[in-house]
Structure formats: C-alpha cells, structure tokens
C-alpha cells in the first residue's frame, strides 16, 4: 500500500510538473536521493527535464541520462554534470584550500556516476560534450542521434577519454568525418558502432579494421555512408570476424563484390540488412 502510494506520488508530482517548478523548484533539492532518481527517469521519459530544473534533480544513482526526448537539454547542463564528477569537486576544494579567492561557480547537488548517456536532436556543441566526456571515462554507451553540431573534435574526446566504451552511437551526425572515428582506435571493448549518414570513407572502415576494438565489434551500421566502397567494407569483414549484425543499406558505391564475401563460415551473422545497387 505504501508503494502503491509513493508512486501515485511520482506521477502526481510528473503530471502537474510545470506548476510545481513554477512555485516550489527549490524544494526538490530536499527530496532523498532515491525519489530524485525516480523523478529523474519519469521526468526524463517525459521530455520535462531542462537546463533550469536538472540542478535540483542530479543525483548518484542515476546511471542512465537519457535526454532524447529532452529538447531543452543543452550545452549548460552537460557543463554543469561535468562539475558534478568526483575529480572536479576534488580539483576545486584543492584550488579553494590554496587559493581563498576562488568560489564554486555553480552549485554542486550530487556526485555523479553516469555509465550511459543518450542525446537526440539536440543542440549540444563540442563544448558541453568534450568537458563532460573528459569527466566521465567511465562511460559505457554514448549515443547521439542526429546531433548536427557534433564534430570530429568531440569524438576525438571521446576516443581519448572513454576507453571502455561499449557502444556508440552517431547515427545522423552530420560532421563526423574519418578524422573523428580514427581516434577512436584506442578503445578496447566497443561492441556497438553506429555510423548512419556520417560524411565517412573507406579510410573510416581500414582504421577499425585496425583498431583496438576490432575483435569485440558485433554490431556495425552503415546505413547511407555514400562514400564507402566494396574495398573498404570486405577489408571490415576481413578484420573484424566478430561481426553479427550488418546493416549497408543506401549505400551507393557498395556493389556485389560486397555481398559475396558476406561468408557464412567466417561471420556468424544474426541480422543483416543491405541493399546493392543494381
């Protein structure tokens, strides 16, 4: 019964969110841990999370920050959970403790422990994502779909920073480029890429054919890569034996050659999804 009623709570305090913000945001710094992590999830589900009330909703049991359905998650607050990492708080108490002059320049809820992140449309720069990736190299699944303003630089960041990264996911980043996903070699354990509609070439495929990763990769997609060609793709199949799913689906200068070395006897493929110009 208890429950049951903690929940009715949730979804009252979801339901008449705009209200409450407007009236009483400052009582959600108060609130248990646990209930902002639940809040978190409900609001975040919603689309209600934004640069004004994330402050008050941060907390350490939140793991997976999704923001997809969050269009007013900007470059402000990915800074502000970059403040939040144990080594920034450390760093600072240092340069408080030798230097009187320096204050905190945002306020600190929680110490955060984020293991995915996930953004969507959103008009994130290189700015706000570099300083949080370089907080958090504990990152396991990073996804940005169709964030356009991401470049190379970020995912240069990402590849120096998180090299425990599982998945990736830049499905519709329009800037990424072979520049960004060669600096990516060095991450050890990637199992997920995700490259639809990336301005890449086959230089892209070689550098994770000889990557660290190459061995672990089970899950490639390289839907409307226009510029990759059949030497690129059989070098990925050649060095990347692990693969299971394929997807090389609009992919114009692709031709049968490709589909032929699709061998069954090397890849174990379990979904594969591709269309050859005729």
């Known amino acids: 019964m208890v429950a049951r009623l903690g929940i009715l709570c949730d979804y009252t305090i979801v339901n008449h ?3 409450i913000c407007s009236t009483q945001l400052s009582t959600f710094v108060a609130l248990p841990v646990n209930l902002k992590a639940r809040l978190f999830t409900l609001l975040s589900h919603r689309g209600l999370l ?9 907390n350490c049991r939140t793991r997976t920050f999704d923001f997809r359905d969050c269009s ?11 403040h939040c990492s144990l080594n920034a708080q450390i760093e600072r108490k240092r340069l408080q403790s030798t230097q009187n002059d320096i204050s905190p320049n945002v306020t600190i809820t929680s110490v955060l422990n984020p293991s995915v992140i996930h953004l969507r449309n959103s008009d994130i720069t290189d700015d706000g994502l570099i300083q949080f990736v370089q907080q958090y190299p504990s990152l396991r699944k990073i996804r940005l779909q169709n964030c356009s303003q991401i470049t190379d630089e970020s995912i240069l960041a990402i590849g120096a920073n998180c090299l425990r990264l599982m998945e990736l996911d830049l ?5 990424i480029t072979d520049k960004g996903i060669d600096g990516l070699r060095n991450i050890t354990h990637l ?15 070689i550098s994770i054919g000889q990557s660290a990763f190459h061995h672990t ?6 839907k409307m890569c226009i510029e990759i060609t059949d030497d690129g793709f059989i070098y990925l199949l050649q060095t990347c034996l692990n693969l299971k799913t394929i997807g090389f689906t609009q992919c114009p200068k692709l031709t049968e050659r490709s589909r032929q070395n699709l061998n ?11 269309t050859i110009p005729v």
């Open 264 to 274: 069954s006897q090397t890849h174990q493929l379990s979904y594969l999804v591709w």
């Open 171 to 175: 499905t519709g980043c329009i800037q």
């Open 217 to 222: 990769l089970n899950e490639i997609n390289l």
């Open 17 to 19: 969110f705009d209200t």
């Open 72 to 82: 007013n998650i900007t470059d402000r607050s990915l800074i502000l959970m970059a």
């Open 191 to 205: 199992r997920s890429l995700a490259l639809t509609k990336t301005h890449i070439t086959d230089d892209s495929l």
């Open 50 to 58: 934004t640069d004004d009330n994330l402050p008050c909703l941060l």
